[in-house]
């Protein structure tokens, strides 16, 4: 059994608090915290018996299906498909099982989730256009939803407090000037 020289540097469920942390030394401890988490023996006992077949680490397999995966869903449709399913069907899911379980404590996070996706669906519709002949579009889409709703990086809730928050703010400003009713 091959063992990696890993050393998490991280706690063990980190947390990435702003964008500019997502750099490769952090993502990558993130991953080795993943793949070498003691509390998940299913995971541990699959990653053991593929690194005993392949004969590399399961950093090295892992980074190596995430590359073979990138390059197809870049040049293929699939991208499309996995943005719909990550960007809309999931968190719908999600927000579902919220209101069926009543966890009032992740209203917040899913609903800017959704507040930050439909920002970015309204800049989406005048981008589409000169965009959609690109063939990595629905890929950069795709990450950009991927990056809003992993828990460990809650890039919807980076997102709206640096700059959704604000910008609605200037535009309520601008609405309720032209507005005859104020609340």
């Known amino acids: 059994m091959l063992k990696s ?22 993502m990558h401890t993130i991953v080795l915290n993943f793949l070498y988490d003691p509390n998940n023996s299913r995971c541990d006992l699959a990653w053991t018996i593929l690194e005993n077949i392949i004969k590399f680490p399961r950093e090295n397999i892992f980074y190596a299906f995430l590359i073979t995966l990138a390059i197809y869903i870049i040049f293929n449709e699939p991208a499309r498909f ?13 927000t579902s099982r919220m209101f069926k379980y009543r966890r009032c404590g992740e209203y917040s996070r899913q609903l800017r989730y959704w507040v930050v996706f439909g920002w970015f669906a309204l800049v989406d519709v005048f981008l589409y256009s000169y965009m959609e002949k690109r063939p990595v ?42 507005s005859c009713y104020h609340e």
């Open 137 to 178: 579009y629905w890929t950069v889409k795709t990450v950009f939803v991927f990056y809003m709703m992993v828990p460990f990086i809650r890039g919807s809730d980076l997102i709206y407090h640096d700059f959704v928050r604000s910008f609605n703010k200037r535009l309520e400003t601008v609405i309720d000037s032209f």
């Open 82 to 94: 996995l943005f719909y399913a990550v960007g809309f069907a999931y968190p719908m899911l999600k």
């Open 5 to 26: 020289k890993s050393i998490s540097i991280m706690a063990p469920n980190p947390l990435i608090t702003a964008w500019w942390e997502c750099t490769p030394t952090n």
